[in-house]
Nanobody, 126 residues
Framework: QVQLVESGGGLVQPGGSLTLSCSASGSRLRPYAVAWFRQRPGMEREYVAGFSRGGGHTYYSDSVKGRVTISRDNNKNTVTLQMNSLKPEDTGVYYC???????????????????WGQGTQVTVSS
Protein backbone atom coordinates (compact mmCIF):
# COMPACT_ATOMS: atom_id res chain seq x y z
CA GLN A 1 0.00 0.00 0.00
CA VAL A 2 1.28 3.45 -0.87
CA GLN A 3 0.56 6.80 0.75
CA LEU A 4 0.72 9.93 -1.39
CA VAL A 5 1.23 13.53 -0.32
CA GLU A 6 1.06 16.47 -2.71
CA SER A 7 2.76 19.80 -2.22
CA GLY A 8 3.63 22.91 -4.19
CA GLY A 9 0.27 24.46 -4.88
CA GLY A 10 -0.43 28.13 -4.40
CA LEU A 11 -1.48 31.37 -5.99
CA VAL A 12 0.17 32.37 -9.25
CA GLN A 13 -0.50 35.02 -11.85
CA PRO A 14 -1.55 34.08 -15.38
CA GLY A 15 1.49 33.13 -17.40
CA GLY A 16 3.34 32.01 -14.32
CA SER A 17 4.70 28.63 -13.30
CA LEU A 18 4.27 26.16 -10.48
CA THR A 19 5.89 22.87 -9.62
CA LEU A 20 3.77 20.29 -7.86
CA SER A 21 5.32 17.35 -6.09
CA CYS A 22 3.86 13.99 -5.12
CA SER A 23 5.82 12.17 -2.45
CA ALA A 24 5.15 8.52 -1.80
CA SER A 25 5.70 6.39 1.27
CA GLY A 26 4.92 2.82 2.21
CA SER A 27 5.95 1.42 -1.14
CA ARG A 28 8.19 2.21 -4.06
CA LEU A 29 6.37 4.02 -6.86
CA ARG A 30 8.21 2.37 -9.69
CA PRO A 31 5.71 -0.48 -10.30
CA TYR A 32 2.75 1.88 -10.18
CA ALA A 33 1.00 3.93 -12.77
CA VAL A 34 1.04 7.46 -11.35
CA ALA A 35 -1.07 10.35 -12.51
CA TRP A 36 -2.05 13.89 -11.74
CA PHE A 37 -5.71 14.76 -11.82
CA ARG A 38 -7.41 18.05 -11.12
CA GLN A 39 -10.83 19.10 -10.10
CA ARG A 40 -11.82 22.53 -11.27
CA PRO A 41 -14.69 24.38 -9.58
CA GLY A 42 -18.00 22.85 -10.56
CA MET A 43 -16.39 20.20 -12.74
CA GLU A 44 -15.57 16.53 -12.49
CA ARG A 45 -12.11 15.29 -11.71
CA GLU A 46 -10.03 15.15 -14.88
CA TYR A 47 -6.77 13.64 -15.98
CA VAL A 48 -3.85 16.04 -16.39
CA ALA A 49 -0.79 13.88 -16.96
CA GLY A 50 0.67 10.57 -15.91
CA PHE A 51 2.92 7.58 -16.32
CA SER A 52 2.02 4.07 -17.26
CA ARG A 53 2.97 1.28 -14.86
CA GLY A 54 6.73 1.18 -14.52
CA GLY A 55 7.01 4.67 -15.97
CA GLY A 56 7.63 3.56 -19.53
CA HIS A 57 5.23 6.00 -21.14
CA THR A 58 3.92 9.45 -20.33
CA TYR A 59 0.56 10.88 -21.23
CA TYR A 60 -0.89 14.38 -21.20
CA SER A 61 -4.33 15.79 -21.59
CA ASP A 62 -4.84 18.02 -24.60
CA SER A 63 -5.65 20.96 -22.33
CA VAL A 64 -2.15 21.02 -20.83
CA LYS A 65 0.02 19.49 -23.55
CA GLY A 66 3.01 21.70 -24.26
CA ARG A 67 2.66 23.57 -20.98
CA VAL A 68 3.11 20.76 -18.49
CA THR A 69 5.87 18.21 -17.90
CA ILE A 70 5.59 15.20 -15.64
CA SER A 71 8.71 13.56 -14.29
CA ARG A 72 9.61 11.02 -11.67
CA ASP A 73 12.57 10.46 -9.39
CA ASN A 74 12.69 6.83 -8.39
CA ASN A 75 15.42 7.45 -5.84
CA LYS A 76 13.34 10.07 -4.03
CA ASN A 77 10.10 8.19 -4.71
CA THR A 78 8.46 11.32 -6.06
CA VAL A 79 6.56 12.43 -9.13
CA THR A 80 6.71 16.08 -10.16
CA LEU A 81 4.39 18.15 -12.31
CA GLN A 82 6.00 21.25 -13.78
CA MET A 83 3.35 23.65 -15.01
CA ASN A 84 4.16 26.66 -17.17
CA SER A 85 2.14 29.36 -18.92
CA LEU A 86 -0.63 28.88 -16.40
CA LYS A 87 -4.11 30.10 -17.22
CA PRO A 88 -7.04 30.99 -14.96
CA GLU A 89 -8.80 27.83 -16.19
CA ASP A 90 -6.00 25.77 -14.64
CA THR A 91 -7.36 26.73 -11.23
CA GLY A 92 -8.43 23.76 -9.16
CA VAL A 93 -7.36 21.12 -6.69
CA TYR A 94 -4.62 18.90 -8.04
CA TYR A 95 -4.41 15.30 -6.92
CA CYS A 96 -1.78 12.64 -7.25
CA UNK A 97 -3.03 9.10 -7.81
CA UNK A 98 -1.41 5.72 -8.16
CA UNK A 99 -2.42 2.20 -9.02
CA UNK A 100 -0.48 -0.98 -9.52
CA UNK A 101 -2.95 -2.91 -11.68
CA UNK A 102 -4.44 -0.32 -13.98
CA UNK A 103 -4.32 -1.00 -17.69
CA UNK A 104 -3.20 1.52 -20.28
CA UNK A 105 -6.65 2.11 -21.70
CA UNK A 106 -7.91 3.14 -18.25
CA UNK A 107 -5.12 5.51 -17.26
CA UNK A 108 -7.31 8.60 -17.70
CA UNK A 109 -10.17 7.27 -15.56
CA UNK A 110 -10.03 8.48 -11.95
CA UNK A 111 -12.18 5.64 -10.60
CA UNK A 112 -9.53 3.14 -11.71
CA UNK A 113 -6.95 4.43 -9.23
CA UNK A 114 -6.81 2.93 -5.74
CA UNK A 115 -4.51 5.44 -4.03
CA TRP A 116 -4.94 9.20 -3.77
CA GLY A 117 -3.32 12.10 -2.05
CA GLN A 118 -5.26 14.81 -0.24
CA GLY A 119 -4.82 17.34 -3.03
CA THR A 120 -3.16 20.71 -3.34
CA GLN A 121 -4.89 23.93 -4.40
CA VAL A 122 -3.69 25.78 -7.47
CA THR A 123 -5.13 29.22 -8.09
CA VAL A 124 -4.25 31.19 -11.20
CA SER A 125 -5.42 34.75 -10.85
CA SER A 126 -4.21 38.29 -11.23
Amino acid sequence: QVQLVESGGGLVQPGGSLTLSCSASGSRLRPYAVAWFRQRPGMEREYVAGFSRGGGHTYYSDSVKGRVTISRDNNKNTVTLQMNSLKPEDTGVYYCAADQRIITSSLRLPDQYDYWGQGTQVTVSS
